[in-house]
């Protein structure tokens, strides 16, 4: 189906993350949120979520069978990632990743209109394995972006801390800043965030690897997504048992989770991307 009938609505979630963005930039001269005006905005998160969710599904679950790219790959891991984050900001202090998680949700939403990705084999899409590799492939790289912004905003409070970011006093930055929570806290969030995430893509990872004939219909190929896929379910292990043997943390630990993510990216977008935008090819 085709949200409102037109299928040209798919620039609509990208420009209602980039309203809601403005509206927030206006208010962010108040210091302390009150308890209304955060309900409010995280009611119209919830509904442009809805909204975001309805366009994605028919960009990917098209007329013509399901269709797939790094850009429905990113739309779904922003979308994946700003849900997690709005069920646990009820729960947790965490407001601090709303702007990066609705920026980089409004960049994501609006890639499938301009790549639209390629037609994957019917097949596939109706092996039950694949369905289930694939929905939890998503929702592991979708968390373990929530998880990367996170470890971003915790290397500005560190280089803030330790005076290395020039920052005006009394600014809107500053002011963000200081709503963060403590660096312990949230060094606390952040792992929460990677072991979660962790067991997912381990599951990715290795469902992959052993139904690789029953999941895509050709035996395992150490490719490069292969290649990058275990480089950064090693770097994330390792940064866990790291944690638990050594109390790794602070700086250490937030260079460690970049490195993983971006190899994980370069695994499930940067593959597609260069098959499809460089060497254009379905």
């Not at 040209?8 to 930039?25: E, M, R, T, V």
């Amino acid at each position: 189906m085709d949200i409102l009938g037109y299928s040209s609505y798919g620039w609509l979630p990208s420009a209602l993350y980039l309203l809601l963005l403005l509206f927030l930039s206006l208010k962010a001269k108040v210091k302390i949120e009150t308890h209304l005006f955060t309900g409010m905005v995280q009611a119209i998160i919830f509904v442009i979520l809805l909204i975001h969710g309805v366009v994605l599904h028919d960009s990917v679950f098209t007329s013509q069978g399901f269709v797939f790219g790094f850009a429905q790959d990113l739309s779904l891991i922003a979308w994946v990632g700003l849900a997690f984050y709005w069920f646990q900001s009820w729960f947790l202090p965490i407001s601090s990743l709303r702007w990066l998680s609705l920026l980089f949700a409004m960049i994501c939403a609006a890639l499938p209109a301009l790549f639209p990705g390629s037609l994957i084999s019917p097949k596939a899409v109706s092996d039950p394995w694949f369905k289930g590799h694939f929905i939890v492939a998503t929702i592991s790289v979708g968390l373990l972006s929530l998880a990367a912004m996170h470890a971003m905003l915790m290397s500005l409070q560190d280089r803030a801390l330790h005076r290395q970011l020039a920052i005006l006093p009394n600014s809107r930055a500053a002011h963000w800043l200081e709503e963060l929570p403590p660096l312990m806290t949230m060094e606390s969030l952040l792992f929460n965030l990677l072991y979660v995430g962790f067991g997912l893509l381990s599951l990715t990872v290795f469902s992959g690897l052993l139904f690789s004939q029953a999941l895509f219909g050709k035996p395992l190929v150490f490719d490069h997504k292969t290649i990058f896929a275990l480089l950064s379910w090693f770097l994330f292990a390792g940064l866990l048992v790291a944690r638990w043997r050594v109390g790794l943390r602070g700086r250490a630990a937030v260079r460690w989770v970049l490195s993983a993510y971006t190899a994980l990216l370069l695994a499930y977008v940067g593959s597609r991307f260069v098959v499809e935008v460089i060497l254009q090819r379905a």
